[in-house]
């Protein structure tokens, strides 16, 4: 079990930053991959970044690439999701999710994380 929590959202203007927190919490926090995926109004959750292990190589979603970085507090477990150049289609709900059992060709699949926070606004402004 691992339960999440975001933090960091907020209203920015086109081109502003924001910096995004996902604080877990649990007794196996190292069986667990945890990534970031946003969700627009009633649309599917969409991959924003992330990788299949602690350690391993980091996949962004092609629209965040460049603008986004994520990166890990080893000694929190904080997971930050860094997002520059914000553009009014990055508005969404943004969500991590942990799973214990992705492979890369699941890292991708909202369907493959059993653990979801309860997510943080990002609104940016035209």
């Known amino acids: 079990q691992v339960q999440l929590v975001e933090s960091g959202g907020g209203l920015v203007p086109t081109g502003g930053s924001l910096r995004l927190s996902c604080k877990p919490s649990?007794?196996?926090?190292?069986?667990?991959?945890i990534n970031w995926f946003r969700q627009v109004s009633e649309k599917d959750r969409e991959f924003v970044a992330g990788?299949?292990?602690?350690?391993?190589?980091?996949y962004y979603a092609d629209s965040v690439k460049g603008r986004f970085t994520m990166s890990r507090d080893s000694a929190t477990n904080a997971i930050y999701l860094q997002m520059n150049s914000l553009k009014p289609e990055d508005t969404g709900v943004y969500y991590c999710?942990?799973?214990?059992?992705?492979?890369?060709?699941?890292?991708?699949?909202?369907?493959?994380?059993?653990?979801w926070g309860r997510g943080t606004q990002v609104t940016v402004s035209s």
């Open positions: 990788n299949r292990q602690k350690g391993a190589t980091t």
């Open positions: 649990g007794p196996t926090l190292n069986r667990y991959a």
């Open positions: 999710a942990a799973s214990s059992s992705l492979i890369l060709s699941t890292v991708r699949q909202s369907s493959a994380y059993g653990f």
